[in-house]
């Protein structure tokens, strides 16, 4: 059994109407005779058969149209049988549709950021560029609250950055003639800059959590050595060596350190250090210390006093506020034990350090009084996994063994 | 392929010294290698790039041609299926047109018709570009053109290490390769190492590194940029220039990086402005990098006009220094 089909009668023919048969079911008929009559776009066409046999079954109907292949007719060869579940199994004519398109590559268009909870509100007409959206979106500024700088009054990147300096910087008593030159309090919006920021970690962000408890005995004897050489203002704080040996781990652990985006991790080649710095009134910020892997500690904890000293000043930059690529959040003296912090995205981790507490520690199998911290990480399950974790915790451990080193 | 590691000392070299070593070195190193166009012989080439090559390789590997560009191109054509490594110079741009078929229905698509049964391996050479005087039949910048055509590739070299080592890097692909040589370089000097050598072919590259606005360009307003720049320096405006070195394929990955950091972007581009390739570079950029854009686009291209005899004319109708200082202040609010 042959299948006798819409031929094609031109390249650009895509479908032909069946306009007259010629032979009807059980006329013989030879190579070359013509069988059907063709509407095409270039008018009638005689279409002719190249299988001789006998005609067996007629598939189309008169006038209707059908797609270049579709079987017309089926043509059974000299002495072939007709086979009855042949004949069943011929699939009815297609009806004419567009031909499928093949699957499209996919173009490569950068997707939108993902939607904060503060939605960028704008009074209607105000031009606001890409990335001064993204960056609204990003810490949670109001775009309401922005002044455009740019052409027509646009809101650009550096407003948006301008403000978010604003709203991360605190009060600060002035004098009344100098009060409208101070840099603007506004708590209420560091709030919602907080919420919008932390809102977001907890609904994308994947936690997961490790504690591990480092004996800091060493650090502690290290330090009164070296402070008892400095004046008051040189001496170091206990606070820089964990941040400093969480720099140093990172070089071996470059996973927790960088930008979760678009749904990919890049890593940071430079490590700035995110310090969480209580501001009194309610405010919190975390501004970045720069390439701390790379810095000797005591110019570290320079960098480190007059970074506390500038935010709770209110003159922290914009820049200081998107740079840190990993967060220590260390409460000092006065805090707790324990501390498990909420990734500041688009960051991947945040380390927590807690208060330094003498405790019971056995020391070649003898119990001795220890110095002892409780050191915790909040990762991004999306970008480690807790093993990767525990190694990264107990290197910062290790690292901080040796002071000296650091 | 990498730069040579090893460098010796650097000598003092025009960009057309250049090119004419890259023809010598590859026409010594692979007995397949010759070179044929009009004038490339005898006369030494209409921009003296060949000068001396027939004497030193003798007519079998230096061979002019008659004034036929698609009949010579063809023969090119011809010779890289056959196995050799022809080097095809077309003397500018503008009469390439004359073997646009060969190029773009032949070169370019054979690969393609024959099922992978045959590959171009041919390098075409070209002088692109206005500012000799040349007029309207003789000065345009058409590579854009050629970029947009799948199954060729097309390059750019705007510096002397470029002129140098592309070549022999294209006469490697085993698929049609178009160098454009911009006509106001061949007489620039500089310093190139003396071993300098074969160098990649599809990366761009960050000429000067700024944070404020990226200007992408290549070939001949490569250097206009770099000057613009170095005024915008001065104004406290630190532009990253970028040379985009092959047209097809574009190296989208430098482009976005660039961008993604400095926020602006300026293209700079000879050819005419609608339809430009400097059109293609801006639309991958709004599609890529659109989130990190904090400013309108621009451009900097030809008047559309046929490129004028004229001098004033003609330097008022391509880009200048002055144009892209202009372009980069408005598109930084800072005019």
Same mark, same amino acid.
């Given at each position: 059994m042959v299948?006798?089909?819409?031929?094609?009668?031109?390249?650009?023919?895509?479908?032909?109407t069946?306009?007259?048969?010629?032979?009807?079911?059980?006329?013989?008929? +030879?190579?070359?005779?013509?069988?059907?009559?063709?509407?095409?776009?270039?008018?009638?066409?005689?279409?002719?058969?190249?299988?001789a046999g006998?005609?067996?079954k007629?598939?189309?109907?008169?006038?209707?149209?059908v797609?270049?292949?579709?079987?017309?007719?089926?043509?059974?060869?000299?002495g072939?049988?007709k086979?009855?579940?042949?004949?069943a199994?011929?699939?009815?004519?297609?009806?004419?549709?567009?031909?499928?398109?093949?699957?499209l590559?996919?173009?490569?268009?950068?997707?939108?950021?993902?939607?904060?909870?503060?939605?960028?509100?704008v009074?209607?007409?105000?031009?606001?560029?890409?990335?001064?959206?993204?960056?609204?979106?990003?810490?949670?500024?109001?775009?309401?609250?922005?002044?455009?700088?740019?052409?027509?009054g646009?809101?650009?990147?550096?407003?948006?950055?301008?403000?978010?300096?604003?709203?991360?910087?605190?009060?600060?008593?002035?004098?009344?003639a100098?009060? +409208?030159?101070?840099?603007?309090?506004?708590l209420?919006?560091?709030?919602?800059?907080?919420?919008a920021?932390?809102?977001?970690s907890?609904?994308?962000?994947?936690?997961y959590?490790?504690?591990?408890?480092?004996?800091?005995?060493?650090?502690?004897?290290?330090?009164?050595? +070296?402070?008892?050489?400095?004046?008051?203002e040189?001496?170091?704080l206990?606070?820089?060596?964990?941040?400093k040996?969480?720099?140093?781990?990172?070089?071996?652990f470059p996973?927790?350190?960088?930008?979760?985006?678009?749904?990919k991790?890049?890593?940071s080649p430079?490590?700035?250090?995110?310090?969480?710095?209580s501001?009194?009134?309610?405010?919190?910020?975390?501004?970045?210390?720069?390439?701390?892997?790379q810095?000797?500690?005591?110019?570290?904890?320079?960098?480190? #006093?007059?970074?506390?000293? #500038?935010?709770?000043?209110g003159?922290i #930059?914009g820049?200081?506020?998107?740079?840190?690529?990993?967060?220590?959040?260390?409460?000092?003296?006065?805090?707790v034990?324990?501390?498990?912090?909420?990734?500041?995205?688009?960051?991947?981790a945040i380390?927590g350090?807690?208060?330094?507490?003498?405790?019971?520690?056995?020391?070649?199998?003898?119990?001795?009084?220890?110095s002892?911290?409780?050191?915790t990480?909040?990762?991004d399950?999306?970008?480690?996994?807790?093993?990767?974790?525990?190694?990264?915790l107990?290197e910062?451990?290790?690292?901080?063994?040796?002071?000296?080193?650091? | 392929?990498?730069q $040579?590691?090893?460098?010796?000392?650097?000598? @003092?070299i025009t960009?057309? @010294?250049?090119?004419?070593?890259?023809?010598?070195?590859?026409i %010594?190193?692979?007995e397949?290698v010759?070179?044929?166009?009009?004038?490339v012989?005898?006369?030494?080439?209409?921009?003296?790039?060949?000068?001396?090559l027939?004497a030193?390789?003798?007519?079998?590997?230096?061979?002019d041609?008659?004034?036929?560009e698609s009949?010579f191109?063809?023969?090119?054509?011809g010779a890289?299926?056959?196995?050799?490594?022809?080097?095809?110079?077309v003397m500018?741009?503008?009469?390439?047109?004359?073997?646009?078929?060969?190029?773009l229905?032949?070169?370019?698509?054979?690969?393609h018709?024959?099922?992978?049964?045959?590959?171009?391996?041919?390098?075409?050479?070209?002088?692109?570009?206005?500012?000799?005087?040349?007029?309207?039949?003789?000065?345009?910048?058409?590579?854009?053109?050629?970029?947009?055509?799948?199954?060729?590739?097309?390059?750019?070299?705007?510096?002397?290490?470029?002129?140098?080592?592309m070549?022999?890097?294209?006469? $490697?692909?085993?698929?049609?390769?178009?160098?454009f040589?911009?006509?106001?370089?061949?007489?620039?000097?500089?310093?190139?190492?003396?071993d300098a050598?074969?160098?990649?072919?599809d990366?761009?590259?960050?000429r000067?590194p700024?944070?404020?606005?990226s200007?992408?360009?290549y070939?001949?307003?490569?250097?206009?940029?770099l000057?613009?720049?170095?005024?915008?320096?001065g104004?406290?405006?630190?532009? $990253?220039?970028?040379?985009?070195?092959?047209l097809?394929?574009?190296?989208?990955?430098?482009?976005?990086?660039?961008?993604?950091?400095t926020?602006h972007?300026?293209i700079v581009?000879?050819?005419?402005?609608?339809?430009?390739l400097?059109?293609?570079?801006?639309m991958?950029?709004?599609?890529?990098a659109?989130?990190s854009?904090?400013?309108p686009?621009?451009?900097?291209?030809? $008047?559309?006009?046929?490129i004028?005899?004229?001098?004033?004319?003609?330097?008022?109708?391509?880009?200048?220094a002055? %144009?892209i200082?202009?372009?980069?202040?408005?598109?930084?609010?800072?005019?």
């Amino acid at each position: 059994m042959v299948e006798f089909r819409m031929p094609s009668l031109g390249a650009d023919m895509e479908a032909g109407t069946l306009v007259e048969w010629l032979i009807k079911p059980g006329d013989v008929v +030879k190579r070359g005779q013509v069988v059907a009559v063709v509407e095409t776009q270039k008018g009638a066409i005689e279409i002719e058969t190249f299988q001789a046999g006998r005609i067996d079954k007629v598939l189309v109907d008169l006038h209707s149209k059908v797609p270049v292949g579709t079987p017309l007719a089926l043509i059974l060869a000299e002495g072939e049988e007709k086979l009855a579940v042949a004949a069943a199994a011929v699939p009815p004519p297609a009806v004419i549709a567009p031909p499928a398109a093949p699957p499209l590559e996919r173009p490569r268009i950068a997707p939108a950021p993902p939607l904060s909870p503060v939605r960028p509100r704008v009074a209607p007409g105000t031009q606001v560029s890409p990335a001064a959206r993204r960056l609204a979106q990003e810490r949670g500024i109001d775009l309401s609250t922005v002044t455009g700088s740019g052409r027509d009054g646009a809101i650009t990147y550096a407003d948006v950055e301008r403000r978010a300096a604003e709203v991360m910087a605190p009060a600060v008593p002035v004098a009344p003639a100098e009060r +409208k030159r101070a840099p603007t309090l506004d708590l209420g919006a560091m709030r919602v800059a907080i919420a919008a920021a932390m809102a977001r970690s907890k609904r994308e962000i994947p936690h997961y959590y490790l504690e591990h408890q480092v004996e800091v005995t060493a650090c502690e004897r290290w330090l009164a050595e +070296k402070n008892a050489t400095l004046p008051p203002e040189g001496r170091l704080l206990f606070g820089a060596l964990p941040i400093k040996a969480v720099a140093l781990a990172i070089r071996r652990f470059p996973a927790f350190n960088g930008f979760y985006r678009d749904n990919k991790f890049a890593p940071s080649p430079a490590v700035h250090v995110g310090v969480a710095i209580s501001i009194r009134g309610g405010g919190l910020a975390a501004p970045a210390l720069h390439d701390v892997d790379q810095l000797p500690l005591d110019e570290l904890m320079r960098q480190m #006093r007059d970074l506390i000293q #500038r935010t709770r000043a209110g003159r922290i #930059r914009g820049s200081e506020m998107s740079d840190p690529t990993i967060t220590v959040s260390s409460l000092g003296e006065r805090g707790v034990e324990t501390l498990y912090g909420i990734i500041y995205p688009p960051q991947v981790a945040i380390i927590g350090i807690g208060k330094a507490v003498v405790r019971p520690w056995v020391i070649d199998g003898a119990i001795g009084p220890r110095s002892v911290i409780t050191m915790t990480l909040s990762g991004d399950h999306r970008v480690t996994d807790g093993h990767a974790g525990a190694l990264f915790l107990a290197e910062i451990g290790k690292l901080l063994q040796e002071p000296e080193k650091l | 392929m990498k730069q $040579e590691p090893i460098k010796t000392e650097a000598i @003092e070299i025009t960009y057309r @010294e250049a090119v004419r070593e890259a023809l010598r070195d590859a026409i %010594k190193r692979d007995e397949r290698v010759f070179l044929m166009g009009e004038d490339v012989g005898r006369y030494g080439g209409c921009y003296a790039v060949s000068h001396g090559l027939l004497a030193q390789f003798g007519p079998e590997r230096i061979r002019d041609t008659p004034l036929s560009e698609s009949g010579f191109t063809g023969a090119g054509i011809g010779a890289a299926m056959a196995g050799m490594r022809p080097i095809v110079e077309v003397m500018t741009v503008n009469f390439s047109l004359l073997a646009l078929d060969q190029i773009l229905n032949t070169a370019a698509t054979l690969r393609h018709m024959s099922g992978n049964q045959f590959g171009v391996p041919l390098v075409i050479r070209m002088a692109t570009g206005a500012g000799r005087q040349l007029a309207a039949q003789h000065s345009h910048s058409l590579e854009g053109w050629y970029a947009h055509v799948p199954g060729i590739t097309v390059l750019a070299p705007a510096t002397l290490e470029d002129a140098r080592g592309m070549l022999w890097t294209a006469l $490697e692909d085993p698929d049609p390769v178009l160098i454009f040589e911009n006509v106001m370089l061949y007489n620039m000097t500089g310093r190139l190492a003396a071993d300098a050598g074969a160098v990649d072919i599809d990366k761009a590259a960050v000429r000067r590194p700024g944070r404020d606005i990226s200007l992408i360009t290549y070939g001949g307003s490569l250097w206009k940029t770099l000057e613009a720049a170095t005024t915008l320096a001065g104004d406290g405006i630190e532009a $990253e220039v970028i040379d985009l070195r092959s047209l097809r394929p574009l190296d989208d990955a430098t482009i976005m990086a660039s961008v993604a950091k400095t926020r602006h972007a300026i293209i700079v581009d000879e050819g005419w402005r609608t339809g430009s390739l400097a059109a293609e570079v801006g639309m991958r950029i709004v599609e890529q990098a659109f989130w990190s854009l904090d400013a309108p686009l621009g451009r900097v291209c030809s $008047e559309e006009v046929p490129i004028p005899y004229p001098r004033h004319l003609e330097n008022a109708a391509i880009p200048q220094a002055t %144009k892209i200082v202009a372009a980069t202040k408005a598109a930084l609010d800072r005019a």
